[in-house]
């Protein structure tokens, strides 16, 4: 492999693997709230990509009006879906949420194939520049702008679960819903809170893999998709997310070059962050930076 090649290959996997750890990092919150894995993820990515895109091509709105309108649109949406549907769960086995959150990825991805089609929708130019040179290498701006959101918003959770009340209320209710409660700490309201927050940064993440790639039903997979980098970094750790995101994302690029040049299996790019799920459960079944859960009977 060619020293450029490959210097390519892993830039691309980071700034890829950047975008899903800001959607591993989704995960997180929701289960750091409540104990709940959302397999609506990656609807809420879709949702929000499709809200964004219509503001730009049917309401003409430029893109730094229209992007924060949808982000805008997605936190009602959160709280909205949380108090609507989820609020009435508290306090029934998880799997029942669980279960409750499998429906609405069925019901949000028929919703948006009745709505606007099965068809990929490309975004209006956002950038005067769609390419940038770095290195010696090429660029997209879109990919430029990923990073620096992924880093604000990695940044964001640091701050926000270690030194914000909102954010400490949030890991107290984690760590016991009953406790959290007798110390003044409304359980429903973190519960929408963590919803609109996690919806939020979904969009972010479908607004970007929508203007690379265009809008499609598709684009909900990347919910599934990035269930990898989650459980590698470990369910309840932001860094362990933001850290599985990149090492699927470089992973992903590495085994399509291998698959390309000598395997020709055709499908290592999607089945490769799998096989490194495996392995990890089997090493540290609680992720790299998951924190261990003991029972003693």
Not at 40 to 58: D, H, K, N, S, V
Not at 239 to 257: F, H, K, P
Not at 268 to 283: K, S
Request: hydrophobic fraction near 60%.
């Amino acid at each position: 492999m060619e020293t450029g090649l490959l210097f390519q290959l892993v830039l691309n996997g980071l700034i890829v693997g950047a975008l899903y750890g800001v959607v591993a990092m989704s995960f997180v919150l929701i289960y750091k709230a409540s104990q709940v894995v959302n397999f609506a993820q990656g609807e809420f990515m879709l949702i929000g990509a499709w809200a964004c895109w219509l503001l730009l091509t049917y309401w003409q709105l430029p893109f730094w009006i229209g992007f924060p309108v949808a982000l805008a649109f997605m936190t009602v949406f959160g709280v909205v879906l949380q108090v609507m549907v989820l609020r009435p769960l508290i306090g029934e086995p998880v799997i029942s949420v669980i279960m409750a959150t499998v429906g609405l990825s069925i019901f949000f991805q028929a919703l948006m194939k009745w709505m606007f089609g099965v068809f990929a929708q490309p975004f209006p130019a956002i950038f005067p520049v769609e390419r940038i040179r770095i290195m010696g290498l090429e660029v997209q701006s879109v990919y430029l702008l990923s990073i620096a959101l992924s880093l604000m918003i990695m940044l964001g959770f640091w701050w926000f679960f270690n030194f914000s009340k909102h954010g400490l209320a949030m890991r107290a209710t984690a760590f016991d819903q009953q406790v959290a409660q007798s110390l003044g700490i409304s359980v429903p309201q973190v519960f929408a809170m963590s919803w609109a927050i996690s919806a939020v940064v979904s969009a972010v993440a479908g607004v970007v893999v929508g203007v690379v790639s265009g809008v499609s039903s598709g684009l909900s997979f990347y919910g599934i998709k990035v269930f990898p980098a989650v459980i590698l970094g470990g369910l309840d750790s932001v860094v362990g997310a933001m850290l599985g995101g990149i090492i699927v994302g470089v992973l992903e690029n590495l085994a399509q070059y291998v698959d390309s040049q000598w395997l020709n299996w055709g499908n290592m790019t999607n089945i490769a962050p799998f096989y490194a799920l495996i392995i990890i459960l089997l090493i540290k079944p609680y992720g790299l930076f998951g924190t261990k859960n003991i029972e003693r009977v």
